[in-house]
């Protein structure tokens, strides 16, 4: 899928990665429907930068939380124009545990990392002309393919959406490849929780630079298109050890 010309879905997209792809995406000539919740500024700084690249950018509000929200994006988006590619990047990642995991947290996990990309991805094959084809890329975490006790609901929902990348990669196939990454440590959370010690966990012992995750989307986006079902992982190595 060549991307001049195309229109991506990103959702989460107004800061810190999901930005960092947004503007990637740009740069390759993709005119972007940007996704955001609780940062209206920053998206809106966000599409300043994606138009001064010459490309479109359109604002789509929406809390994943709530699953009726979720169901209407893509038809918000392709009330506009239609979509070619959907990046499903909006996460929250909790410190919680198996004993402090209330029901609530853990449906809020499920739904936000998981039932809503299942949601985008589902009407997105549905929308989606019988003779176009598509792409998804789904971000997950090296810890979905190697669950520890930490981060509990988050994990979960990542290795849910690692069974999704697979499953649906065959059930959309051959019109929409699916595929994802698997990442590492590339931004420290926005929460300040402390890093401390975590390089040497990392055969590459250092934190990615995000041109390198911009680089791996705009390959599964642009440069794989024999390759679908397909999990990446982005992480120095630290899924091996
Ligand atoms: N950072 C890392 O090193 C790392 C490591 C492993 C995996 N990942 C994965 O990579 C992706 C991006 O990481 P990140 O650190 O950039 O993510 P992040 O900053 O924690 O979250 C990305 C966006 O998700 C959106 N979001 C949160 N709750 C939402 C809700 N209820 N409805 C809709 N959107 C919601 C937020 O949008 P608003 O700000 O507009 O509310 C937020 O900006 C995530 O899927 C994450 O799990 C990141």
């Not at 990103?10 to 996704?35: E, K, N, P, V």
């Not at 920053?42 to 604002?59: F, M, N």
């Not at 509000?61 to 909006?90: E, K, T």
């Not at 792409?135 to 190697?146: E, G, T």
Request: aromatic content about 6%; charged content about 20%.
């Amino acid at each position: 899928m060549a991307l001049s010309g195309k229109t991506i879905l990103i959702t989460g997209a107004s800061q810190r990665i999901g930005r960092t792809l947004a503007l990637a995406c740009a740069s390759a000539g993709a005119d972007i429907f940007l996704h955001y919740a609780s940062s209206p500024a920053a998206a809106d700084s966000t599409r300043a930068e994606i138009q001064a690249l010459g490309r479109q950018a359109h604002l789509l509000p929406a809390d994943l939380g709530d699953p009726l929200q979720a169901a209407s994006l893509i038809d918000r988006a392709w009330q506009i124009a239609p979509v070619d590619a959907l990046i499903n990047n909006a996460a929250i990642f909790e410190p919680l545990g198996w004993q402090d995991t209330r029901l609530e947290a853990w449906q809020r996990h499920l739904q936000i990392n998981l039932t809503a990309p299942f949601q985008l991805s589902q009407a997105f094959a549905r929308r989606l002309d019988a003779d176009a084809s598509g792409c998804i890329v789904n971000l997950l975490d090296w810890r979905a393919l190697r669950p520890g006790a930490d981060h509990l609901p988050y994990t979960i929902s990542k290795a849910g959406l690692a069974a999704l990348t697979r499953s649906l990669a065959q059930a959309f196939a051959p019109r929409i490849r699916v595929n994802a990454l698997a990442l590492g440590a590339i931004l420290p959370p926005s929460d300040g929780a402390d890093t401390q010690g975590l390089l040497e966990n990392i055969p590459a012992r250092r934190w990615a630079r995000l041109e390198e995750v911009s680089q791996a989307v705009l390959f599964l986006l642009d440069g794989a298109e024999y390759i679908t079902g397909e999990i990446i992982h982005l992480d120095g190595g630290r899924h091996l050890v």
